[in-house]
């Protein structure tokens, strides 16, 4: 399978807790974008990579939260002491970058976080 | 940050009928507009729109953008019960900024 790949699927956690999730992207992309999604809404802009470059984060971010693309292929999703409200699905997507004329990105299958 | 509004919310219909979903955004840095699918678990890609007026079709789908007044329609004809799912539309400003999505039924 050569699609995004996303690990683990589901996670369960105490508050208080740290989580790291996985993301592997497609590997021609370079692009790599972390979404949050709730019940009902539509995925939630939460950070993205140009490479190892992370260009922006989003400005309703925690600094509880934090993510690295070292090598510029894997990405890591980290959630400190994690809270109640943290539930949800975490979706990573891939793409290439809107120079190379092809901006769609792929999504992976999510990793549902629930936080107990 | 640009916004992105889609309607209905939330959409009941049979098999066999036509319908419009409908997506507005903003402009401060609009590169293209996505229309995704979205079952149970990924968003899976079904067009990407940078030109207005001009339609994208695939089967029974096809949207078209109208970049002057700033929106998008997906048309689904002939329905069926697999088009069941939550359609998403997403502004693409180097960055994808995502409506709330509608969230289609279809009924035998």
């Known amino acids: 399978d050569t699609g995004v790949s996303q690990n683990p699927r589901h996670k369960i956690t105490k508050r208080g807790q740290n989580v790291t999730f996985r993301c592997d992207p497609i590997s021609e992309h370079n692009r790599l974008y972390w979404y949050r999604q709730t019940l009902g809404q539509g995925p939630e802009f939460l950070t993205y990579?140009?490479?190892?470059?992370?260009?922006?984060k989003s400005r309703l971010l925690s600094d509880r939260f934090s993510a690295e693309r070292p090598k510029g292929s894997f990405s890591t999703l980290e959630i400190q002491r994690t809270e109640q409200g943290d539930s949800a699905m975490y979706l990573c997507?891939?793409?290439?970058?809107?120079?190379?004329?092809?901006?769609?990105?792929?999504f992976g299958q999510g990793t549902r976080l629930t936080v107990v | 940050e640009d916004k992105v509004v889609q309607s209905p919310l939330s959409l009941v219909v049979h098999e066999g009928d036509t319908v419009t979903l409908n997506c507005s955004y903003e402009?401060?840095?609009?590169?293209?507009l996505l229309w995704y699918k979205q079952e149970k678990k990924a968003p899976t890609f079904l067009f990407m729109l940078t030109s207005s007026g001009i339609e994208k079709k695939s089967g029974r789908l096809s949207s078209i953008l109208d970049k002057k007044e700033l929106f998008s329609i997906l048309n689904i004809t002939a329905t069926q019960t697999g088009d069941s799912a939550v359609y998403l539309c997403a502004e693409n400003t180097d960055k994808l900024i995502f409506g709330t999505g509608t969230r289609l039924q279809v009924f035998p």
């Open positions: 990579f140009q490479n190892e470059a992370q260009l922006e």
């Open positions: 997507a891939s793409s290439f970058p809107i120079f190379q004329g092809s901006t769609e990105a792929f």
């Open positions: 402009v401060t840095n609009f590169r293209s």
